[in-house]
């Protein structure tokens, strides 16, 4: 069974919303009732392009696979690919760098192959727990940074415990040399600021120290949760699609795109746009 056949499924616990928010594209990307626009090469080949911008509207609301493929009338696999394809254009958008206070800390999500017909493991139950206690190499890693101006980026590092091999190419092109590193206590996080020269404070947790004055990691702890609880609603998602989902959530987070007709112009026009981590 495919992972939309999967997601589509379960039910649909997606946000209802009105379709009619899809809103004009402007007319360098639809003429006539048709989008003419230049098309990336990631979207030349999907079709029903009268539909995209309803169905964009769902992605704005969280719609799942089937609660998207119902009401733009499409099938549920279409939905799927439809889905990963137009997050994939939002995710390459360039984002500015982080500056000031920037709080980083990884939250970790049990790994998952839903929808694999080979799987590298012995299959568990829904809602299945991992075969070891702590952290181990069957959690997937999101490491998540965010300044105080709610500028956010979020990478899947991988398997396991985040290391500082993995934090430095990650953290180090999106920091401004003169900000100040908020982390817990782990020593990834003080081995790359001690590298890369970066003043760097950590929120001893695990003794209970929550915060001293401004120094403290609840926006991006805040982050963690409102992306865990939106998470909820599909289900559970793939590892291999789980930057997709980061993504998505970011950008709803953010408001930006802000409409489908601005989601289409990033989507299928990346080169107008920049590229972005």
């Known amino acids: 069974m495919s992972h939309a056949d999967q997601e589509a499924g379960n039910g649909c616990e997606g946000v209802p919303g009105n379709l009619a928010g899809a809103g004009p594209v402007s007319a360098d990307v639809r003429r006539g009732g048709r989008l003419t626009g230049p098309i990336g090469n990631r979207h030349a080949r999907l079709r029903l392009r009268d539909k995209w911008l309803a169905y964009l509207a ?15 009338t499409v099938a549920p696999s279409t939905s799927f690919r439809w889905r990963h394809r137009f997050i994939a254009g939002v995710r390459r958008q360039r ?43 069957e959690f997937d890693c999101i490491l998540v940074a965010r300044d105080r101006n709610r500028v ?29 590193l908020i982390s817990d206590a782990a020593k990834a996080y003080q ?61 709803l987070d953010a408001g930006s795109p802000a409409s489908p007709s601005d989601w289409l112009r990033i989507g299928v026009a990346p080169a107008r746009y920049g590229t972005g981590r």
Request: proline fraction near 4%; hydrophobic fraction near 40%; charged fraction near 25%.
């Open 58 to 72: 769902c992605l704005l609301e969280s719609a799942t696979v089937r609660m998207a493929a119902e009401r733009v």
């Open 152 to 180: 956010t980026h979020d990478f899947v590092t991988g398997r396991g415990p985040v290391s500082a091999a993995q934090v430095t190419p990650h953290l180090l092109p999106v920091l401004r040399p003169d900000i100040l």
């Open 191 to 251: 081995a790359f600021a001690r590298e890369a020269g970066i003043t760097h404070e950590a929120v001893n947790v695990r003794a209970g120290i929550r915060a001293r004055g401004a120094i403290h990691l609840q926006n991006v702890n805040g982050w963690h949760s409102r992306f865990k609880g939106w998470l909820h609603r599909f289900h559970g998602v793939a590892s291999r699609y789980l930057a997709n989902y980061t993504g998505w959530r970011r950008a």
């Open 95 to 137: 984002r500015p760098t982080m500056s000031g206070i920037v709080e980083a800390d990884e939250t970790y999500l049990l790994e998952s192959q839903k929808g694999s017909r080979h799987l590298t493991r012995p299959a568990r139950r829904r809602g299945g727990k991992a075969g070891r206690r702590g952290l181990s190499r």
